[in-house]
């Protein structure tokens, strides 16, 4: 199978109505049924209809509220935020079934059988009807399940954005030519199967981008935003009012003083943030954040200098470690 890895002919492919999703059977239950029913593994006018429902369910939800859940629930599943938010029963079970699906979603990838129980549970769960608008609402808990996992593991070591450059949690999607086409120096006849690499691409490119490319980033800056104790317990969101570590301590102010050991740290009215153990000051208006541990001077919502870590509360983490960010 020919890989097409030049960002161009990968646009161009994408942007071509003369490739197409490879087709799959049509089933009446299982996974294949799933496969058979989304608008993911459909074309023309089944496509177009079964996109929608999925954009439509998207549309009711906030990508907002979707990062302050996944901020304040780091270790959850993205997709247990994501159900909830749709409204749909996010309990451990149902988590594990859309797992379970995911690892079998595309042809020949996992356990089917183990996927075909699961698929029937998600349905039952869904209403009990297997029709476009269950496959839909399974679909979207399914195709954000473990892209969007990937997407936050890998993004905690390498930062976001480079996390999307260098490593998208979806590296190819595969492609069917329908007529002989020329991409550059590659020629692809009829009939033949590629696969498209979405290095500089991640969410896809064309009528089948990714519908859920704002929700995901809301889920992934959510996780990356929370602050945890060493321990690895969630103490705050480094979206909330105040958040400050002292000693490898963190504390928060929600309004009132903030305390570390039992000693006021400083008066938190919302603004202001002063660290202790070293000369550590932290901005007064309430847009930055700082750790201890050298020299450290925040304002503006940036940190300069030492190893210290700071970042922007309202906003995605901004690190710095020895360099001025």
Known sequence: MQMIDDLGDALAVLHDPGFVVPPVPAATHGVAWLRATVGRFSDGESHTRRRALSEALLSTVDPKALR???????????????????????????????????????????????????VRTLVDTFGGTPDESTAARIGLLVQACDATATLIDRARAAGLEAALRDTPPVPATKRLATRPTALGNTRV???EVVRVSLHGIPFGAGPRSCPGRTHALALAEGALTATFDPDGSVVADAGGPVVAAAGGSMVTGDGGPVVVGGSVVAA??????????????????????????????????RAVGG???????????????GDAQ
């Open 68 to 118: 302050a859940a996944a901020s304040s629930s780091p270790h959850a599943h993205p997709v247990q935020h994501l159900a909830a938010a749709l409204g749909l029963d996010s309990s451990a079970g149902t988590i594990d079934a859309v797992r379970v699906v995911a690892a079998a979603y595309q042809p020949g990838t996992g356990d089917e059988t183990a996927a075909d129980v699961a």
């Open 189 to 191: 006849e009829a009939g």
């Open 268 to 301: 938190a009215g919302g603004s202001v943030v002063t660290g202790v153990g070293g000369s550590v000051v932290a901005d007064a208006g309430g847009l930055a954040v700082a750790d201890v541990g050298g020299p450290v001077v925040a304002g503006g919502g």
């Open 307 to 321: 190893s210290a870590v700071a970042g922007p509360i309202s906003g995605s983490v901004a690190a710095g470690s």
